[in-house]
């Protein structure tokens, strides 16, 4: 599902603060919703506009992580991998990305849901994969809620502050300095891209054959 920066501007602009925990909340569900692209221009939105605080962007940015996360872990739990696997591929998560999200989870259990905020593929498919392979819930909210309110605050502080500097530059400064944080931000998705592509390979090896449930507390083979 695709929205782009112009259409997230509108809601941004039409719903505040509602439109950035239920963007953040749809992608943690396990929607491939852009709930980071979401945070980044409200915190933009914010630094130009008095009618957002940045404070409130991060702290509905963190409640729609928290929210969603918790009841993608509910989905999971509840529903398991036929949801997963009848669902998945019509947004675009497929047998090997919902591998790689087994592998990742299975071997490293809640820093996945931690430091998976801070990764694409991660942030869709961790709640899901913690409720469907059990995951204990007390465990599952401390690690879920330290990184939803790390993440929102780093990301929002720091396009807030980028945005706050702009303001005070003018012609081919501002320009040059777009620029920059457009090539670092294309560099950065084909790193990601890239790397998931070799951690799928990983995944398939450590994980050969259909797709199982996998036990958090126990490394593959």
Same mark, same amino acid.
């Given at each position: 599902?695709?929205?782009?920066?112009?259409?997230?501007?509108?809601?941004?602009?039409?719903?505040?603060?509602?439109?950035? +925990? %239920? !963007?953040?909340?749809?992608?943690?569900?396990?929607?491939?919703?852009?709930?980071?692209?979401?945070? @980044? *221009?409200? =915190?933009?939105?914010?630094?130009?506009?008095?009618?957002?605080?940045?404070?409130?962007?991060?702290?509905?940015?963190?409640?729609?992580?928290?929210?969603?996360d918790?009841?993608?872990?509910w989905?999971?739990?509840?529903?398991?991998?036929?949801?997963?696997?009848?669902?998945?591929?019509?947004?675009?998560?497929?047998?090997a990305r919902?591998?790689?999200?087994?592998?990742?989870?299975?071997?490293?259990?809640?820093?996945?849901?931690?430091?998976?905020?801070?990764i694409?593929?991660l942030?869709?498919?961790?709640?899901?994969? +913690? %409720? !469907?392979?059990?995951?204990?819930?007390?465990?599952?909210?401390?690690?879920?809620a330290?990184?939803? @309110? *790390?993440? =929102?605050?780093?990301?929002?502080?720091g396009?807030?502050?980028?945005?706050?500097s702009?303001?005070?530059?003018?012609?081919?400064?501002?320009?040059?300095?777009?620029?920059?944080?457009?090539?670092?931000?294309v560099?950065?998705?084909?790193?990601?891209?890239?790397?998931?592509?070799?951690?799928?390979?990983?995944?398939?090896?450590?994980?050969?054959?259909?797709?199982?449930?996998?036990?958090?507390k126990?490394?593959?083979?």
């Open positions: 599902m695709h929205l782009l920066p112009l259409h997230l501007h509108q809601l941004i602009a039409t719903y505040g603060y509602w439109a950035v +925990a %239920g !963007i953040v909340a749809l992608e943690s569900m396990g929607i491939p919703l852009p709930g980071e692209t979401m945070l @980044i *221009l409200a =915190a933009l939105y914010a630094a130009m506009h008095s009618d957002l605080s940045i404070v409130g962007v991060i702290a509905s940015a963190a409640a729609g992580a928290i929210v969603g918790n009841v993608g872990y989905i999971g739990r509840e529903f398991g991998y036929a949801l997963l696997l009848r669902f998945g591929p019509t947004v675009g998560i497929g047998e919902i591998k790689l999200g087994q592998y990742l989870f299975a071997r490293h259990g809640g820093k996945v849901v931690f430091f998976g905020r801070f694409a593929v942030r869709v498919l961790a709640a899901l994969l +913690a %409720g !469907i392979n059990r995951m204990p819930w007390a465990s599952f909210l401390i690690a879920n330290a990184g939803g @309110i *790390l993440w =929102a605050a780093a990301f929002g502080w396009a807030y502050t980028f945005g706050r702009l303001l005070h530059v003018h012609g081919r400064l501002a320009i040059a300095l777009l620029a920059v944080a457009v090539a670092i931000i560099v950065l998705l084909r790193y990601v891209r890239a790397h998931e592509a070799e951690l799928e390979h990983k995944a398939e090896q450590a994980l050969p054959g259909p797709l199982q449930p996998v036990d958090w126990h490394e593959p083979g």
